[in-house]
């Protein structure tokens, strides 16, 4: 029980989620819980297309 794993937000679902290996290259830029969720708040910023 000694794991302290960082925690963050998802700035997409509003849960919480745990560090994970795939990140320990850039967790500081990490923001979402999953790949899912990165896309829809892609898809939620309306683009500018012309
Ligand atoms: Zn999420």
């Known amino acids: ?5 960082p ?3 998802c700035a ?5 989620f745990d560090w994970r290996k795939k ?8 923001r979402y ?6 896309g829809e708040a892609k898809r939620q910023k309306r683009p500018s297309y012309p």
Do not use: A
């Not at 029980?1 to 794993?5: C, P, V």
């Not at 997409?12 to 919480?16: E, I, K, L």
């Not at 819980?33 to 990165?38: A, P, T």
């Open 1 to 5: 029980m000694s794991k302290n794993l």
């Open 23 to 30: 990140w320990e290259r850039c967790w500081d830029e990490v």
């Open 7 to 9: 925690q963050k937000i």
């Open 12 to 16: 997409q679902c509003g849960r919480p």
């Open 33 to 38: 819980c999953s790949e899912r969720c990165k």
